[in-house]
Nanobody, 118 residues
Framework: QVRLVESGGGLVQPGGSLRLSCTVSGQIFGIETMGWYRQAPGKQRELLATITPPPVREAKYIGSAKDRFTISIDNTGTIVYLQINNLKPEDTAVYFC??????????WGQGTQVTVSS
């Protein structure tokens, strides 16, 4: 079992920045990939970026996410971050952390709301 808890969301003005955190606990040794997704109202959940655990920490970005999003993971593999710069109203969504394990299990956090508005 893996437990994920996201934090760091909130209300931010356009052009601002946020750093989301995902705290990972449980059987972290079995995690192969961590990822950040988001789901806007009325839309499907979309993948933004993935990263492998330490020591490799290979990051991959989907589409244009690389332009303003940065995924990172701490040395212990227990905190995954998503830095979002130059936030836009269309970034408003619930942001979810995901863990995929060597046993083909998917774990999700409860999500953290990001609202971009002036």
């Amino acid at each position: 079992q893996v437990r994920l808890v996201e934090s760091g969301g909130g209300l931010v003005q356009p052009g601002g920045s946020l750093r989301l955190s995902c705290t990972v606990s449980g059987q972290i040794f079995g995690i192969e990939t961590m990822g950040w997704y988001r789901q806007a109202p009325g839309k499907q959940r979309e993948l933004l970026a993935t990263i492998t655990p330490p020591p490799v920490r290979e990051a991959k970005y989907i589409g244009s996410a690389k332009d303003r999003f940065t995924i990172s993971i701490d040395n212990t593999g227990t905190i995954v971050y998503l830095q979002i710069n130059n936030l836009k109203p269309e970034d408003t969504a619930v942001y979810f952390c995901n863990a995929f394990t060597r046993w083909n299990e998917n774990y999700w956090g409860q999500g953290t709301q990001v609202t971009v508005s002036s």
